[in-house]
């Protein structure tokens, strides 16, 4: 089993949509989880952490769920701007600090 | 502050060829990382500098060499580049402590070893 895994997609979504990607991980001791976005040929950027009691950043929201070793990301009202591949991440427990596990990523794309 | 930043943005070498990619960081990180991102794989970690004067293996580090110069600049370098080392190259930093996992990236190298 991949240490990390996601749909890769692609979610093509109307503007105005409420889309979810979610995102399973294999490694039980991990604790720290991620969302960052990369956009076409870009280098990934951080869009939020994940924390146990579930985050809201605007229209973003994330959930963890440890027993299903699950994490999600709930992007609401979806606008143009937000097409991008969403990458899930993962601390790497027992490693240095910032070892980090990415999953492949999942398309967005969000039509007029 | 210009964040991170690489050089060069682009590379064609021949099989065989050595270059040395270069990576610089201004906001006073003390952890650095160079992954490589190939489609279909995703990130994936070749070598790390948690701190000025120490480097360890990442997942794929065969074929690369590292330098943590100085707190600022983090290089990597293909002795003997391989068609299988095309690929896209990521250097990143990150704080200590609370903060050490989020890590702010480069705007990559794209390489490719003919």
């Known amino acids: 089993r991949k240490e990390v895994e996601q749909d890769p997609g692609p979610f093509n979504v109307p503007e105005g949509a409420t889309v979810a990607f979610n995102c399973t991980y294999s490694?039980?001791?991990?604790?720290?989880f991620f969302w960052y976005r990369q956009d076409c040929r870009k280098e990934p950027k951080l869009l939020m952490s994940?924390?146990?009691s579930g985050n809201e950043d605007g229209r973003f929201t994330a959930q963890l769920n440890r027993a299903s070793q699950y994490i999600s990301l709930l992007i609401r009202d979806s606008k143009l701007s937000d097409s991008a591949t969403y990458l899930c991440?993962?601390?790497?427990?027992?490693?240095?600090?910032?070892?980090?596990?990415f999953g492949k990523g999942t398309k967005l794309s969000v039509k007029p | 502050n210009a964040g991170v930043t690489q050089t060069p943005k682009f590379q064609v070498l021949k099989t065989g060829q050595s270059m040395t990619l270069q990576c610089a960081q201004d906001?006073?990180?003390?952890?650095m990382y160079w992954y490589r991102q190939d489609p279909g794989m995703g990130l994936r970690l070749i070598y790390y500098?948690?701190?000025?004067?120490?480097?360890d293996k990442g997942e794929v580090p065969n074929g690369y060499n590292v330098s943590r110069l100085n707190k600022r600049e983090f290089s990597l370098r293909l002795e003997s580049a391989a068609p299988s080392q095309t690929s896209v190259y990521f250097c990143?930093?990150?704080?200590?402590?609370?903060?050490?996992?989020?890590?702010?990236f480069g705007p990559g190298t794209r390489l490719t070893v003919t």
């Open positions: 991440v993962v601390n790497h427990y027992g490693g240095s600090q910032g070892n980090l596990i």
């Open positions: 994940v924390y146990s």
């Open positions: 990143a930093s990150s704080a200590q402590g609370a903060r050490s996992y989020e890590q702010y």
């Open positions: 490694n039980s001791a991990s604790q720290s």
């Open positions: 500098s948690a701190s000025e004067g120490t480097t």
């Open positions: 906001m006073n990180h003390n952890s």
